[in-house]
């Protein structure tokens, strides 16, 4: 294999000193701060800012009216139109989480359950928000639709345990969905 040589370019004076750019980019700062203090800086509208750029002021104005409609939020779990989990610890979501945020223990249904025809449901299901980065897979891989994303970006706690959302509170926030439950259709 030939060894090929490369050469720099050669650089004159005014590019090896490099004040020619700093002064560039100055100017540059220079008329966007300008253009900000006299409300015309591009997407101002958009995001009805103070004014003052672009910049949202947070407590103030908040993302729901501007929410894109492909945006990913929290992950939650959902019951159906009569309160019946939808999840039957598959443990796909588990399985295909990249962090791996999700803990799932699976139980069995008593055979005198009324919802009994469903082998497996949930024993505990945890997420942990701290490590879950929004990508959707657990939505897209679950086969009975039980795990949503919702647009919800205001997720805080004051502790690491606070965090980790368990069955109860995922189901709270999750609340009903409406549709077709694959788990609980006669054909199966």
Known sequence: MPT???TRPKLDAGE???LGAIFKGFFLTLS?????????????EGLASS???ITMQFPEQRWDDHMPEYYRGA??????????ERCVSCQLCEFIC???AIKITPSEIPSNDPWAKVEKRPLEFDIDMIRCIYCGMCEEVCPEQAIYLRKDYLITGTSRDQMVHNKEKLYEIGGVRVGLVNKWNELK
């Open 98 to 100: 990249p962090p791996k």
């Open 32 to 44: 966007h701060a300008i253009k900000s203090l006299r409300g015309k800086s591009a997407g101002a």
């Open 51 to 53: 004014g003052l750029g």
């Open 4 to 6: 090929i040589k490369l």
């Open 16 to 18: 090896k000193i490099y």
């Open 75 to 84: 992950p939650t779990l959902v019951t159906d139109e009569q309160g019946r």
